[in-house]
């Protein structure tokens, strides 16, 4: 896709070109991050796609405009909307508990005290509903967290490991089986949360997850190189995966040629096991944009889209008073969630630029995107360096592309 003249969609060419110059003096030149890719559009157009660095140290290959990225947590959001899609045929309801589908969930119960596998619990004030699940209040958890009993449990289980096998009928299964950090409803915690949505669509309809995004979501929306696994033949467009260590340097953890992703995937995780492009996603993103509708082609209903980007947390509270947790793709502050996206509540109490109703997420290997439709605007961000938010370059760049905004 061609970029047009930025001042042609209401943003300032000198401005939006801080964007790659800050990105290159402050993180590619200087080795905190291999490459980026970053694509700003507006009012129908892409005013600014800039592709720095490189994809793969190791070998030397330069980061392009079809480098395949992994988006870890970015994959939430596909997932979500994908359910939703079944909420639209009257294939569930948001109040139904997830037992009705998951029958392994009927009993469930919250942690009390012990350490695994020997749980002292008490019952659910009451059960998990699917809404629950899509607004991280499920009282599930990741075991990445290393701060409770009840995600050491999940650590020793594989729940949510990346290197874990099997299938996610599997996972789900022996996920019932642990307890809950907290009754269902009554706070929000990061979680697998999404990957129990996939399973949902795939019970919902009949389908295997992958085949349903490949036929419902990314052939119609034309996103040609996003999916479970790396083909063979595209494994050259691979980027490298690298984490930070304490000296400040870039350490490969995942090479491309020798990925996971390149081997037969079985197990479809909907809450991260996509892997996808810079032009890919920001297809998925002028879909939302465009309230639910792409090029002509539906994915969505507006108002569906618009239950799914309002504050679903109790009380309309933020993430700072709903959280018991810490960890997240976004900043708690002023922030609320809806069904599988963070809202901007209050800009002033997130202490950054942008609209209340802006809608966002990010990957655990520092990938991010917002949707702003106040401004009529979307922001793709694409790197490779874990753990996320090890820099805030959704703040940085918000402040770089807010600051373009023209006066009409």
């Not at 809950?180 to 929000?188: D, N, R, V």
């Not at 002028?286 to 569906?304: A, N, V």
């Not at 966002?360 to 979307?378: K, M, N, R, Y």
């Amino acid at each position: 896709m061609d970029t047009v003249r930025p001042e042609s969609v209401g943003l300032s060419s000198v401005q939006l070109a801080h964007v790659d110059r800050h990105l290159k003096e402050a993180y590619v030149d200087p080795g905190k991050i291999p490459g980026c890719q970053t694509l700003v559009f507006r009012r129908g157009a892409l005013a600014h796609h800039g592709v720095l660095g490189q994809a793969d140290l190791e070998r030397g290959t330069p980061a392009g405009p079809d480098t395949i990225y992994r988006i870890y947590s970015m994959t939430k959001p596909v997932t979500s909307v994908a359910l939703m899609q079944l909420h639209e045929e009257a294939r569930f309801s948001l109040a139904d508990p997830v037992h009705r589908y998951l029958p392994e969930f009927r009993d469930l119960r919250v942690y009390s005290s012990g350490v695994h596998p020997h749980y002292e619990t008490v019952p659910c004030e009451r059960p998990m509903t699917i809404r629950d699940l899509l607004s991280h209040q499920s009282g599930l958890t990741y075991g990445f967290m290393a701060s409770t009993n009840v995600d050491a449990g999940y650590r020793k289980a594989g729940i949510g490991a990346s290197h874990r096998k099997g299938t996610l009928e599997e996972m789900i299964t022996d996920l019932a089986r642990l307890p809950l950090e907290f009754s269902p409803g009554t706070a929000w915690n990061y979680s697998v949360a999404t990957d129990v949505c996939g399973r949902l669509v795939e019970i919902l309809s009949g389908r295997s997850l992958d085949d349903y995004f490949r036929e419902r979501i990314f052939e119609p929306l034309g996103m040609v190189d996003t999916g479970f696994s790396v083909p063979e033949a595209d494994l050259p467009r691979f980027a490298a995966n690298y984490e930070r260590r304490r000296n400040k340097t870039l350490r490969l953890v995942d090479d491309p040629l020798d990925s996971e992703y390149a081997e037969g995937v079985t197990l479809f995780s909907g809450g991260g096991g996509l892997v996808s492009t810079g032009a890919d996603y920001l297809r998925f993103c002028r879909m939302l944009l465009g309230g639910g509708t792409l090029d002509g082609t539906r994915i969505l209903g507006r108002k569906t889209l618009e239950l799914m980007t309002r504050n679903h947390l109790a009380g309309g509270r933020d993430l700072t008073e709903a959280s018991v947790g810490r960890f997240g793709e976004t900043p708690y502050e002023g922030t609320g969630f809806g069904l599988g996206f963070s809202v901007l509540l209050d800009p002033v109490r997130g202490q950054n630029v942008g609209s209340p109703g802006e809608f966002a997420w990010g990957g655990a290997a520092s990938t991010i995107f917002w949707v702003d439709p106040a401004e009529d605007l979307t922001v793709v961000f694409l790197t490779q360096l874990m753990p996320s938010r090890t820099f805030d370059f959704r703040g940085q760049l918000k402040a770089i592309v807010y600051g373009a905004l023209l006066d009409d």
